[in-house]
């Protein structure tokens, strides 16, 4: 099982949860093809909305990434995205803030946020394990989903 952060806007996120998927980097293939079938995914969310809104700067949902394909989505105005069906974990909001000092990614790092700019990456285990701690995730092994 290998571990990741995505980065999405809040709104973004409801709307995937919603309907029970995540599309990554503005609904490019690749990013979801490279996460395996069980996989975690935390998100982090920088604003409420993808260019605008207030800030967020928190992790905002955890899923666990289901083996159906990646497949395309029509969302009119020519716009078909990438998307992959995930589970949603019950999970609640962590801010980043407290989380700093603790994440291998961020700690020491005065422009912590430079991390977030690729859109999508690896993590440890320990740092999945601090924020879905923070995030209320009661159980994060396999068996526990």
């Given at each position: ?94 801010p980043i803030a407290p989380l700093l000092n603790v994440l ?6 005065r422009n912590w946020g430079y991390a977030f700019r690729r859109g999508y990456f690896q993590i440890t285990p ?20």
């Open positions: 099982m290998k571990y990741w952060i995505g980065v999405v806007s809040r709104d973004h996120i409801e709307v995937g949860r919603a309907g029970g998927f995540i599309q990554l980097c503005h609904g490019k293939e690749a990013p979801l093809r490279r996460i395996a079938a069980g996989d975690r995914i935390i998100f982090y969310s920088p604003r409420q909305s993808m260019n605008a809104g207030a800030p967020v700067q928190a992790f905002t949902a955890v899923c666990e990434m289901r083996p159906e394909p990646v497949y395309l989505a029509d969302m009119g105005n020519g716009f078909t995205p990438y998307r992959r069906n995930t589970r949603f974990l019950p999970s609640g909001i962590a291998s990614f961020t700690r020491g790092q320990a740092d999945y394990e601090a924020i879905a701690a923070a995030m209320g995730v009661v159980k994060t092994d396999r068996a526990a989903a």
